[in-house]
């Protein structure tokens, strides 16, 4: 495998992170973002070691105590599902962009930034400024951020994204205060979705699609068949119950929950703007 590496695209503003497994995209704004950059290159060029080091513990339903500041963020993120079913990979993605946000930020000079880890992001929102986060397709907009607004972390899970999901939904995205919250939160609702026993839903054991899965021999979504539009609002129903409890209990601020064309949401209302192609 090779090494980390950083690499800028071809608008000449963002940076592309690419280590394994792991993609992130780095946007900065403000008079440091120059060092800032530099910053999130050189912590990235540690990340995937770090979690590695530690992958038979965070794969694990009790992780117990880690060491690395990625692996601590995943495990904080996941204790408040206990004693549901949850390992600290639920929030792998989010944990490991708020790393990469925690060193852009250990600097002065910047207004602005976002750490895009395969579409779960962490960003910081300086004074007076906006932050447009796209919501997953099929909801067509984006939600506008303010400095004010309690949200610094947005997620999406769901049965087609790129882990398993022991749901059925299409996508759920969940804005919470963190991303690493929003990952674990966006995964456990994504669960949640679901039809139970459905003879048109096609599950495997985990472990016999990846074999170092952390869901092990738990029954995972491999196919969907033709639902009708009753099962559908059943389904998202189920989800949205969970995602209420969520909200109720603070650890998240919204939720879009999505399935075969319909979609609930759930928790704060945010300014949902028409998509822009160019920033889709």
Same mark, same amino acid.
């Given at each position: 495998?090779?090494?980390?590496?950083?690499?800028w695209l071809? &608008?000449?503003?963002?940076?592309?992170l690419?280590?394994?497994?792991?993609?992130?995209?780095?946007?900065?704004?403000?008079?440091?973002?120059d060092?800032?950059?530099?910053?999130?290159?050189a912590?990235f060029?540690t990340l995937?070691e770090e979690?590695?080091?530690?992958?038979?513990?965070?794969r694990?339903?009790?992780?117990?105590a880690?060491?690395?500041?990625t692996?601590?963020r995943?495990?904080?993120a996941?204790r408040?599902?206990?004693p549901?079913f949850i390992t600290?990979?639920?929030?792998v993605?989010g944990?490991?962009?708020?790393?990469?946000?925690?060193?852009?930020l250990?600097g002065?000079?910047?207004?602005k930034?976002?750490?895009?880890?395969?579409?779960d992001?962490a960003f910081h929102i300086?004074?007076?400024?906006v932050?447009?986060?796209?919501?997953a397709?099929?909801?067509p907009?984006?939600v506008?951020?303010q400095h004010?607004?309690?949200?610094?972390g947005v997620?999406?899970?769901?049965?087609g994204g790129?882990?398993?999901?022991l749901?059925i939904?299409?996508?759920?995205?969940?804005?919470?205060?963190?991303?690493?919250?929003?990952d674990?939160?966006?995964t456990?609702?994504a669960n949640a979705? &679901?039809?139970?026993?459905h003879?048109?839903i096609?599950r495997?054991?985990?472990?016999e699609?990846?074999p170092?899965s952390?869901?092990?021999?738990?029954?995972v979504?491999?196919?969907?068949?033709?639902l009708?539009?009753?099962e559908v609002?059943?389904?998202?129903d189920?989800?949205r119950?969970?995602?209420?409890r969520?909200?109720?209990r603070g650890?998240?601020?919204?939720?879009?929950?999505?399935?075969?064309?319909?979609?609930?949401?759930?928790?704060?209302?945010?300014?949902?703007?028409?998509?822009?192609?160019?920033?889709?």
């Amino acid at each position: 495998m090779r090494g980390a590496q950083a690499n800028w695209l071809s &608008d000449g503003r963002r940076l592309h992170l690419h280590h394994g497994p792991i993609d992130m995209i780095v946007g900065i704004e403000g008079a440091g973002q120059d060092a800032a950059f530099q910053r999130a290159a050189a912590r990235f060029g540690t990340l995937l070691e770090e979690l590695v080091a530690e992958l038979p513990r965070l794969r694990s339903h009790y992780a117990g105590a880690v060491e690395g500041e990625t692996a601590r963020r995943m495990v904080e993120a996941v204790r408040p599902f206990t004693p549901e079913f949850i390992t600290p990979m639920a929030a792998v993605a989010g944990a490991g962009a708020e790393t990469i946000l925690r060193a852009v930020l250990d600097g002065p000079g910047i207004r602005k930034a976002y750490v895009n880890n395969g579409g779960d992001v962490a960003f910081h929102i300086g004074a007076g400024e906006v932050m447009r986060a796209a919501l997953a397709s099929p909801v067509p907009g984006h939600v506008t951020l303010q400095h004010g607004d309690p949200v610094r972390g947005v997620a999406t899970s769901g049965a087609g994204g790129r882990s398993h999901s022991l749901g059925i939904a299409d996508a759920v995205t969940v804005l919470a205060s963190g991303a690493a919250m929003s990952d674990a939160a966006a995964t456990m609702i994504a669960n949640a979705v &679901d039809l139970p026993g459905h003879p048109a839903i096609d599950r495997v054991p985990a472990c016999e699609l990846s074999p170092d899965s952390d869901l092990g021999p738990r029954a995972v979504t491999r196919t969907v068949g033709a639902l009708t539009a009753g099962e559908v609002a059943e389904a998202l129903d189920a989800g949205r119950v969970y995602a209420d409890r969520l909200v109720a209990r603070g650890m998240v601020h919204a939720a879009c929950l999505s399935l075969r064309g319909q979609c609930v949401s759930v928790g704060e209302s945010f300014m949902i703007e028409e998509r822009d192609p160019e920033h889709a």
